[in-house]
């Protein structure tokens, strides 16, 4: 695919400012830019390199300012993080996709195979499996009996689906990840053994969802785990039995979300934050990493530490620990 910065341009509805022409041939981070990468400055701190870098082109806001002339030609866009997006899925769609099925692969009798889907060599498909237009399940794949998966989405070499399961269209689940493995149950008996309480519910994951590698998303002791519109789950997190999370959540490598917790929507979670059981968590928080969120929280806050309280009152704190060991050297000498 051949592209100019008029090209890009046209893609992200940007406005070229130097030379729209100039062959661009790669993607490269700002600092570390080559003659003929395009890159991109959506943090100010990062607007001196400007000056310095050898990049063909870069994606700037529309109100960025430079000090006199600058060598790459610029494309000016509302918000260029979000024009990069757009960019790379543009030219991820061009690329040819595969189709068809290859063999050895196992596929249970009945099951029916759309056209335009693709079936990856040493993928297993259970019975009663129903698969939308444009699956793409990738070799090594297990697709557990009564499976059903929607119009487009992605199953990455690896993952695991067991029974019963419901993913939705458009989902992208990588390798590694196991949808469906029974939750973390047992009953505590007299004689202090466990006995194992069957996980009998199921997942159900909406559309629109990306799950990373190594992450568990466990089945519902009955009911279901559900996984809402749009979120978007980072490499090796857990999801245990009966959670649910709502629309357009994202959350950071490391979480764990513990058994029957509610989440709402749009959230932004950090990494290795752990949520407690049997707790409701609102809407749109921004929670810090490697916070710890024990109790039930409303909407609308910013929150980090442990137990999770809010981030300037966390910052706050952390200014007089630091002081402690002077407060305790001037009380002892009195």
């Not at 610029?74 to 991820?92: F, G, K, T």
């Not at 519109?229 to 764990?256: P, R, S, W, Y």
């Given at each position: 695919m051949?592209?100019t910065?008029?090209?890009?341009?046209?893609?992200?509805?940007?406005?070229?400012?130097?030379?729209?022409?100039?062959?661009?041939?790669?993607?490269?981070?700002?600092?570390?830019?080559?003659?003929?990468?395009?890159?991109?400055?959506a943090?100010?701190?990062?607007?001196?390199f400007?000056?310095?870098?050898?990049?063909?082109?870069?994606?700037?806001?529309d109100?960025?300012?430079?000090?006199?002339?600058?060598?790459?030609?610029?494309?000016?866009?509302?918000?260029?993080?979000?024009?990069?997006?757009?960019?790379?899925n543009?030219?991820?769609?061009?690329?040819?996709?595969?189709?068809?099925?290859?063999?050895?692969?196992?596929?249970?009798?009945?099951?029916?195979?759309?056209?335009?889907?693709?079936?990856?060599?040493?993928?297993?498909?259970?019975?009663?499996?129903?698969?939308?237009k444009?699956?793409?399940?990738?070799?090594?794949?297990?697709?557990?009996?009564?499976?059903?998966?929607?119009?487009?989405?992605?199953?990455?070499?690896?993952?695991?689906?067991?029974?019963?399961?419901?993913?939705?269209?458009?989902?992208?689940?990588?390798?590694?990840?196991?949808?469906?493995?029974?939750?973390?149950?047992?009953?505590?008996?007299?004689?202090?053994?466990?006995?194992?309480?069957?996980?009998?519910?199921?997942?159900v994951?909406?559309?629109?969802?990306?799950?990373?590698?190594?992450?568990?998303?466990?089945?519902?002791?009955?009911?279901?785990?559900?996984?809402?519109?749009?979120?978007?789950?980072?490499?090796?997190?857990?999801?245990?039995h009966?959670?649910?999370?709502?629309?357009?959540?994202?959350f950071?490598?490391?979480?764990?979300?513990?058994?029957?917790?509610?989440?709402?929507?749009?959230?932004?979670?950090?990494?290795?934050?752990?949520?407690?059981?049997?707790?409701?968590?609102?809407d749109?928080?921004?929670?810090?990493?490697?916070?710890?969120?024990?109790?039930?929280?409303?909407?609308n806050?910013?929150?980090?530490?442990?137990?999770?309280?809010?981030?300037?009152?966390?910052?706050?704190?952390?200014?007089?620990?630091?002081?402690?060991?002077?407060?305790?050297?001037?009380?002892?000498?009195?």
């Amino acid at each position: 695919m051949n592209l100019t910065p008029d090209i890009i341009a046209g893609f992200v509805n940007g406005r070229v400012d130097g030379n729209g022409q100039l062959p661009i041939t790669g993607f490269a981070k700002i600092e570390e830019a080559k003659a003929g990468d395009i890159t991109f400055i959506a943090n100010p701190k990062y607007a001196h390199f400007i000056n310095t870098t050898s990049a063909t082109a870069v994606l700037v806001a529309d109100g960025f300012e430079t000090e006199g002339a600058v060598s790459p030609t610029l494309i000016r866009v509302p918000d260029p993080y979000e024009a990069l997006a757009d960019l790379l899925n543009a030219i991820e769609a061009r690329k040819p996709r595969k189709r068809g099925v290859e063999q050895p692969c196992h596929i249970a009798e009945g099951v029916g195979i759309p056209d335009d889907a693709y079936i990856g060599a040493f993928a297993y498909i259970g019975e009663g499996v129903r698969l939308g237009k444009g699956v793409m399940i990738y070799p090594q794949a297990y697709v557990g009996d009564n499976v059903e998966i929607g119009d487009g989405t992605v199953i990455r070499a690896g993952v695991r689906i067991y029974e019963g399961c419901r993913i939705g269209s458009r989902c992208v689940i990588h390798s590694g990840a196991v949808i469906g493995a029974d939750g973390f149950g047992f009953a505590p008996r007299h004689d202090g053994s466990y006995e194992k309480i069957p996980q009998t519910g199921v997942v159900v994951i909406e559309d629109d969802v990306e799950i990373g590698a190594n992450t568990a998303v466990d089945r519902a002791t009955f009911g279901c785990t559900r996984i809402g519109k749009g979120t978007k789950l980072d490499n090796l997190i857990q999801v245990a039995h009966n959670v649910e999370i709502g629309t357009g959540n994202v959350f950071a490598a490391q979480t764990g979300i513990a058994g029957s917790t509610k989440i709402g929507n749009y959230n932004r979670v950090g990494g290795q934050v752990g949520f407690s059981g049997h707790i409701n968590v609102g809407d749109m928080n921004e929670i810090g990493a490697q916070s710890g969120v024990p109790n039930s929280i409303g909407s609308n806050s910013r929150l980090i530490g442990y137990p999770a309280v809010d981030a300037m009152q966390f910052a706050r704190t952390q200014v007089y620990l630091k002081r402690l060991p002077e407060l305790f050297r001037q009380f002892n000498k009195k």
